[in-house]
């Protein structure tokens, strides 16, 4: 029997159990982490290993540099993983690891670490998409979140809102035409001089400012449910550099504020106009942008106006976890037939591709 035929059938052994616990690994980007979880919800460990304190030297994220530190963080976290869970590798039933979106070297670390777990300890491998990774992190925060939802992704990578209509199944809605929110948030952060990582840094200027600049003037996308953020990332990148020239005082909270008051202004009617277009009471955020505090705030407020029941994970969850994964590998594997050991890094999926 080939390797992929004995785990199909175990995958079916596994979908009879009451209790299924995943290990589930990511490292799509800067951030190592192994987390054990149960039956898709509950968090036995999760372990995370940030390397923001390596990267903020370079200004960013240096795809090399991280791929070595997941190689030298990886198996003392698997380790830990366990242990913090007071669990072997007898008591985990599958390994569930983010196959793509992220950096091809980063990604291939995991993967190759689970592709080995996998043959050794002959548990069925699963592969999942990072992007169903952070919809899923609202499972393990709130156990009676139940599809169907309208999510509105804000990611470093993506942004888009969806229509999640199960576990494993979302219809598109709209999605950004061309840079991500997080990426304009930390382009904007990088111009006014702000350490890595930027977003958030952006984020705590911006409070208690009261924004008055306007930077893009028309919303081209106002009625259809895209976004783009490259007009506004220019607009404030020249607003900077013209400011720079005439030797002028660069007010960095004020910009801060305006900048995030647009970028995030957009996002939220539109996944509000979702919500009542698609007939769903309840909004859920995802990716590394939904920590963002004024995101948070309007939404609440005008959720609350509307009645409809917002989500938005805990900080814990919001940043890059392997908890998030093991999560969408539970029901994954209910559904999918396992991963074979062929599959590869997929660094760029598009977001139909990945979330599908
Ligand atoms: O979702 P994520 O891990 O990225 C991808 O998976 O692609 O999120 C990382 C992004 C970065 O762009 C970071 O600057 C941004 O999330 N971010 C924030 C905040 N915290 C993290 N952006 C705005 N406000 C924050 N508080
Ligand atoms: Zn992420």
Redesign the pocket.
Known sequence: MTYIERMKEKAAEIRKQDVVRILAIES??DETSVAVVENGRKVLSNIISSQIDIHKHFGGVVPEVASRNHILNIIPLVEQALDKAHLTFNDIDAIGVTQGAGLVGALLVGLTTAKALSYALNKPLINVN?IKG?IAANYLAFPELTPPFICLIT????TAIVNVDDYNHFTLIGSTQDD?I??A??KVARVLGLEY????K??RLAQNVEPVIKFVQHDTLANSYDVSYSGLKTAVINYVHKLEQNGQQIDVPQICASFQHEAVDMLTAKALRACKEYGQKKLVLA???A???YLRSSLTEKCKELNISLYFPPMEY???NAAMIGSVAYYQLLSQDPADLNISALPSISLDEAIN
């Open positions: 799509s980007c990072h952070h990611s470093g990578g993506h991500a997080g990426e948030y930390d990582p930027g977003g958030v952006v984020d990716g590394g942008v920590a963002n505090s919001c940043t890059d």
